[in-house]
């Protein structure tokens, strides 16, 4: 059974500092992975997708890199902010079969201090 | 604007009762979602949809029901059968099943049930 695992569990840095989530899975037969942001008693918003046959993507300070073979994933944030706090949580989809959902990992809460 | 839209955001039953939580999407989306989220927990899959009128169970399916009825809508029951109701519940939609096009999931802002 796929397992997803993201370290560290809790991080807290200074404004400005570039830093980097982990996501381990245990599975390598995946569709693709997911980052997410959740903000406190909200929903999550999806930032990046990465299919199985790339190696990264990027959105503004975000850049997430994909290597399936090792079973991990980073996320890397630039030039953190204050606004950039939330828990980010990554997910895969398995490509194994069994139920079409992602299987999430339990997330790393990020505090940007000011 | 579209959206995800899950009511009510708080909710307070009595333990036996059933209770239903809403989701609505204005996406134009075949693909929902049920998923469950616990504290120190990853979010649980508990129902998905791929199209209208079919459903199939997820990893915690017992003691929870669904319809889709509608393209829009995928409610979810609580049932008096579910141990242990409490948690908060997220209602997800996406273009289409991810598997075909990896197609990103949209998110409501939760229903947070507690069952006393």
């Known amino acids: 059974k796929q397992e997803v695992t993201q370290i560290p569990a809790a991080l807290s840095v200074p404004e400005g500092e570039n830093l980097v989530l982990n996501c381990s899975f245990t599975d390598s037969a995946i569709y693709n992975l997911q980052w997410f942001r959740q903000d406190p008693g909200k929903g999550l918003t999806s930032l990046l997708l990465i299919q199985s046959s790339q190696r990264e993507q990027t959105s503004g300070r975000l850049n997430a890199s994909l290597d399936k073979s090792s079973g991990r994933s980073t996320l890397y944030i630039a030039a953190s902010q204050p606004g950039d706090s939330a828990t980010y949580l990554c997910?895969?989809?398995?490509?194994?079969?069994?139920?079409?959902?992602?299987?999430f990992g339990k997330g790393t809460h990020l505090i940007i201090q000011p | 604007d579209g959206g995800i839209t899950q009511s009510p955001k708080y909710l307070f039953r009595k333990e036996g009762q059933n209770v239903t939580l809403s989701c609505e999407q204005n996406l134009n989306h075949d693909a929902m979602y049920w998923y469950r989220q616990d504290p120190g927990q990853g979010l649980r899959l508990i129902y998905y949809s791929q199209i209208v009128n079919d459903f199939q169970k997820g990893d915690i399916a017992e003691g929870y029901s669904v319809s889709r009825e509608k393209k829009e809508s995928f409610p979810l029951t609580v049932t008096s059968a579910q141990k242990n109701p409490t948690a908060f519940y997220l209602c997800?939609?996406?273009?289409?099943?991810?598997?075909?096009?990896?197609?990103?999931?949209?998110f409501g802002n939760g229903t947070r049930l507690t069952v006393t």
């Open positions: 997800a939609s996406s273009i289409s099943r991810p598997s075909q096009i990896g197609s990103p999931l949209h």
């Open positions: 997910a895969v989809l398995p490509s194994g079969g069994g139920a079409d959902g992602l299987t």
